[in-house]
């Protein structure tokens, strides 16, 4: 089971589980710790989904679990993905997919069709699940993303009818995927960036000049590769004004360019 585009299938009418205003809370929740929760709601309009799990597989390495919600049956989620993350992962048939930028592939996973016996004990049979169906895309970096959705023993497998309404949705969810994955990206790098601000603050402190709040602000944000328009996004400062701190802050510190800054506090 594969879609490259959104030709219309039996369970076709099932799709409107993700129309709007149901579909308001996941894009509201983009970037956000409930995006899973919220699509899981959604979908469970039309399409019985027990968990969810969102992934994001980088060469053969051990995939990072971004977010996962459970609507039933979620008791269990830790203790598979640890036993999954601690080695099983490499089983995983998601592992070996390969996605051109734009194309969406949807697969099938039965517990009874996996090979693997400690693979599908672990992650499957000893906790009641019984299949996974992904929705697998590329991201920009070329990182493929998957959106797991599974489904219990005692829920019964995927109906004919949910099969088709989740390949007709794939576009999609696909589409939320991703940006989902690059908004909580931009916000991991933005905090990196905001920790990276704080230790160069704390040396400039160190230094003992008399830098005002301001200078310090726009030097930190120098040691830490900032260009000087940049500074002036990011503080919502103009750009001479942030010439004029910068200029101040090397002369109390006692350098006169970018370089020599560098070297003294780094």
């Avoid at 039309?46 to 597989?57: K, Q, Y």
């Avoid at 910068?246 to 970018?258: E, F, I, K, W």
Wanted: charged letters at 20%.
């Amino acid at each position: 089971m594969s879609s490259s585009s959104s030709t219309e299938a039996p369970g076709a009418a099932l799709a409107p589980c993700l129309e709007s205003p149901a579909l308001a809370p996941v894009v509201a929740a983009l970037g956000g710790t409930t995006f899973a929760a919220e699509l899981l709601a959604a979908l469970n309009r039309g399409v019985a989904v027990d968990h969810a799990c969102l992934m994001r597989f980088a060469g053969n390495t051990r995939p990072p679990v971004l977010e996962s919600a459970s609507w039933r049956g979620g008791e269990h989620v830790a203790e598979v993905q640890q036993a999954y993350l601690a080695g099983l992962y490499r089983h995983d048939p998601n592992l070996a997919l390969a996605l051109e930028r734009g194309r969406v592939a949807v697969r099938l996973q039965r517990r009874a069709a996996i090979g693997e016996g400690a693979y599908r004990e672990a992650c499957y049979g000893r906790f009641g699940l019984l299949e996974r169906l992904t929705v697998a895309a590329s991201s920009e970096g070329g990182q493929l993303v998957a959106l797991n959705l599974y489904r219990l023993e005692a829920g019964g497998p995927f109906a004919a009818a949910e099969l088709a309404a989740i390949e007709a949705l794939a576009p999609l969810l696909a589409a939320l995927a991703l940006k989902h994955v690059a908004m909580v990206g931009m916000r991991l790098r933005s905090r990196e960036r905001g920790d990276r601000i704080e230790a160069a603050a704390a040396r400039l402190a160190a230094l003992g000049a008399a830098l005002t709040r301001r200078e310090r602000d726009v030097l930190a944000r120098v040691l830490v590769g900032m260009t000087s328009e940049g500074i002036a996004l990011d503080l919502a400062i103009g750009l001479t004004s942030v010439l004029t701190y910068r200029r101040r802050g090397y002369a109390r510190v006692g350098v006169t360019s970018q370089a020599e800054l560098f070297a003294l506090c780094l």
